[in-house]
């Protein structure tokens, strides 16, 4: 049984900081690519960061220089350090786990809340 476990979220004041962490199992993970999505209320799901089986990375512009996503293989575990947060952060963060040209092997956590305010 495949499971991706989200924890970090929280409240946060505006120019504060938070890690995210997600935790997989059930999957072989250093095969698989993991993103960070993020899903405002009454809003779509949009890409937030990702990262390659090999470690390569992309952004979405409206957090690039202030989030960090990265990999610990060993811990089957991935990251998204989100420094400079703003009001417009806020929303609830998943995880995803996927290998490219797979439709099976697409897995989503059940989100955890970052909340940016005064």
């Known amino acids: 049984q495949v499971q991706l476990v989200e924890s970090g979220g929280g409240l946060v004041q505006p120019g504060g900081s938070l890690r995210l962490s997600c935790a997989a199992s059930?999957?072989?993970?250093?095969?698989?690519?993991m993103g960070w999505y993020r899903q405002p209320a009454g809003n779509q799901r949009d890409l937030v960061a990702h990262?390659?089986?090999?470690?390569?990375?992309k952004y979405a512009v409206s957090v690039q220089g202030r989030f960090t996503i990265s990999r610990d293989n060993a811990k089957s575990t991935v990251y998204l350090q989100m420094n400079s947060l703003k009001p417009e952060d806020t929303a609830v963060y998943y995880c995803?786990?996927?290998?490219?040209?797979?439709?099976?092997?697409?897995?989503w956590g059940n989100g955890t809340l970052v909340t940016v305010s005064s």
């Open positions: 059930g999957i072989i993970f250093r095969l698989y690519e």
């Open positions: 995803n786990a996927m290998i490219p040209g797979s439709r099976s092997a697409n897995y």
């Open positions: 990262i390659t089986s090999a470690g390569s990375t």
